[in-house]
């Protein structure tokens, strides 16, 4: 499949707090929690709207990189662990997308006891969650506002020759 897509969907900010706001909500209540651990970089931002919607104050984070870009398993190497846990008793990890389930496969191993979850899923890595808010298309190719940047279109009239 590679990185041509046959859709495109596009996430404005205010779309991307609302359903991360509905993720929070659906996590309550908030006292199971310890903390929370953001998965870098796609769930820093997911992570604080959920950090400040659940009124948790710990949210560490893990980052995990493969060395090909090719997101297999084996390839995958932790640059960040966290700190605040071993085994992810009392923690939730939140990430802004569930893909092909290769990194959260990987953190499950690492993080057993943790609760995962997802603004968004595709349906490789639907089981690998357990909650997530909107589900994709596997050929679905998602912006998220943080790579995108707004710009002035001139309008079709006027633009005819």
Same mark, same amino acid.
């Not at 997101?71 to 997308?97: S, Y």
């Not at 089981?127 to 710009?151: C, K, N, S």
């Given at each position: 499949?590679?990185?041509?897509?046959?859709?495109?969907?596009?996430? /404005?900010?205010?779309?991307?707090?609302?359903?991360?706001?509905?993720?929070?909500?659906?996590?309550?209540?908030?006292?199971?929690?310890?903390?929370?651990?953001?998965?870098?970089?796609?769930?820093?931002?997911?992570?604080?709207?959920?950090?400040?919607?659940?009124?948790?104050?710990?949210?560490?984070?893990?980052?995990? /990189?493969?060395?090909?870009?090719?997101?297999?398993?084996?390839?995958?190497?932790?640059?960040?662990?966290?700190?605040?846990?071993?085994?992810?008793?009392?923690?939730?990890?939140?990430?802004?997308?569930?893909?092909?389930?290769?990194?959260?496969?990987?953190?499950?191993?690492?993080?057993?006891?943790?609760?995962?979850?997802?603004?968004?899923?595709?349906?490789?890595?639907?089981?690998?969650?357990?909650?997530?808010?909107?589900?994709?298309?596997?050929?679905?190719?998602?912006?998220?506002?943080?790579?995108?940047?707004?710009?002035?279109?001139?309008?079709?009239?006027?633009?005819?020759?």
């Amino acid at each position: 499949m590679g990185w041509h897509s046959n859709r495109e969907f596009f996430v /404005s900010w205010e779309e991307l707090h609302r359903a991360t706001r509905e993720l929070a909500r659906r996590q309550l209540p908030a006292e199971q929690y310890k903390g929370i651990i953001a998965v870098s970089r796609g769930g820093l931002v997911p992570a604080a709207i959920v950090a400040r919607e659940l009124n948790i104050r710990v949210v560490d984070c893990v980052a995990v /990189s493969s060395y090909d870009h090719t997101e297999q398993r084996d390839d995958l190497q932790v640059m960040k662990d966290v700190t605040a846990t071993t085994d992810g008793e009392g923690f939730l990890v939140v990430d802004d997308l569930v893909d092909t389930g290769n990194t959260l496969k990987f953190l499950r191993d690492r993080l057993p006891k943790a609760k995962f979850v997802t603004v968004y899923a595709k349906p490789a890595g639907m089981e690998l969650v357990d909650d997530f808010v909107a589900d994709l298309g596997q050929d679905t190719w998602i912006h998220f506002p943080w790579d995108m940047h707004l710009h002035y279109i001139e309008p079709l009239a006027g633009q005819e020759s």
